[in-house]
């Protein structure tokens, strides 16, 4: 991934999505921001305990580093619910329950925030439209990929083939020991398994992505665990009470 330095906080963009310029993206780490404490210092969540205050500057900083004016978000609840945005829809308030997001229209990122789940980011580019899925284990179990690459096929008349995907900064294999899996993931995630409780949620993610239809060649996955890096990104294993990061994607 590629990094990138702007007001005085970092993100990551993965190159194949930064090579076309009408498509805003960005993997945002810690750095910078108005959070203290367990929050420190780009917290992007409402819904952590941080002062709503800090978190609308946070967000306001994501807005001026990307240049764009507005943020459609949602409240993610770890289920399979996909919002498409349109012209309609008010900007920069979160009211809805959903774990993804989609859109065409210009000007509004879509914010994902994390803290070991999967951020999802997806383009395509002969249609001009972007989708952000939050994607945990629950959402891997529930398959909420799949069912986003359905909803941008029949709303907006994408082909799965050609979506561009980059997978951000999650919990690593190393880290996402699933001591109760018999009882929480399916039998199918068994091939996962890469070490003892040890599971591949990146492999799960990038088979359902192929599943619905992507090429190979077009997915992209971030290497950081987040449970491996809270210098740099939150993480709810590692911390408990902490903040989430922000992947945002939109079109200009
Ligand atoms: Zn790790």
């Known amino acids: 991934m590629i990094r990138n330095y702007s007001e005085g906080t970092a993100y990551y963009q993965f190159p194949h999505l930064a090579a076309f310029s009408g498509l805003a993206h960005g993997v945002f780490t810690r750095d910078g921001g ?114 986003t690459v359905s909803v941008m096929s029949d709303v907006f008349g994408c082909r799965a083939s050609n979506l561009i995907c980059g997978i951000g900064p999650s919990l690593g294999p190393c880290c996402a020991e699933f001591l109760n899996h018999s009882k929480e993931l399916p039998r199918a995630f068994e091939r996962y398994e890469v070490n003892s409780n040890h599971f591949d949620f990146l492999a799960v993610s990038r088979d359902q992505l192929k599943e619905a239809g992507l090429s190979a060649k077009n997915i992209l996955t971030s290497r950081i665990c987040t449970r491996c890096s809270t210098d740099r990104f939150f993480s709810f294993r590692k911390e408990k009470r902490t903040g989430r990061f922000g992947a945002v994607i939109g079109i200009r």
């Open 34 to 147: 108005n959070s203290t404490g367990n929050f420190h210092g780009l917290n992007l969540s409402y819904d952590v305990g941080d002062h709503k205050e800090n978190v609308r500057k946070n967000r306001s900083l994501i807005k001026y580093v990307m240049e764009m004016p507005y943020i459609f978000s949602v409240r993610q609840v770890h289920g399979s619910r996909v919002r498409c945005f349109s012209q309609q829809d008010a900007p920069d308030i979160e009211k809805d329950e959903a774990d993804a997001l989609i859109t065409d229209i210009p000007g509004r990122l879509l914010l994902v925030k994390a803290a070991d789940c999967q951020s999802i980011l997806l383009f395509d580019p002969v249609r001009n439209v972007a989708a952000n899925i939050h994607s945990g284990w629950r959402g891997s179990v529930q398959n909420i990929i799949g069912k």
